[in-house]
């Protein structure tokens, strides 16, 4: 497996190349999410290798809320009924010259771990995504993610979740 690092984005990253195959994504990478940076409505981490600085995927992470409305009645009915707080893991994309390498696997666990993290500090309920496709539905479910009421491609993880795939503690490890 290659020597995966994700660091947050920066000037120095080569994103000009990236191509997941799907625009929206690609176009983001490329032109966007330094705008995010700047005015404080995302954050992007991207993975690179040892000592490069091309980017071979990404992650953007933003807060918002869930209607409780959206949720099962089984979970909101145990919910206050005013919008619970979220992650909003925004974009996961990885470049096509390392898809198959389990890359988006390994973006995706350290995104839920920065957002367990998160959620020692601030009340977090979940981590909600947007999926783009059909198969990004279906890598997102693979990983315990549950569609919401008012899209199949609007799904949610729990907190609670994450810390029983990932452990209790959100710090990093080496």
């Known amino acids: 497996m290659d020597d995966w690092r994700v660091e947050p984005l920066g000037d120095s990253h080569d994103r000009g190349g990236f191509s997941c195959g799907k625009a929206p994504l690609d176009d983001f990478l490329r032109s966007l999410a330094g705008q995010y940076e700047k005015r404080g409505l995302g954050r992007t981490y991207v993975a690179v290798r040892g000592g490069e600085k091309k980017a071979y995927g990404y992650y953007t992470l933003a807060t918002g809320a869930i209607p409780t409305v959206h ?61 783009i496709d059909e198969q990004a539905r279906r890598f997102y479910e693979k990983y315990g993610f549950t569609p919401l009421a008012d899209s199949d491609h609007h799904l949610y993880l729990p907190v609670r979740t994450i810390e029983q795939m990932i452990g209790g503690s959100g710090a990093q490890s080496d």
Do not use: I, M
């Open 71 to 131: 949720l099962p009645a089984k979970v909101a009915k145990k919910l206050p009924k005013h919008a619970v707080p979220v992650v909003l893991l925004g974009r996961l994309a990885v470049d096509q010259a390392a898809q198959g390498k389990r890359l988006g696997e390994y973006l995706l666990t350290d995104a839920l771990r920065v957002s367990l993290g998160l959620s020692e500090a601030v009340g977090l309920f979940a981590v909600e995504v947007h999926a």
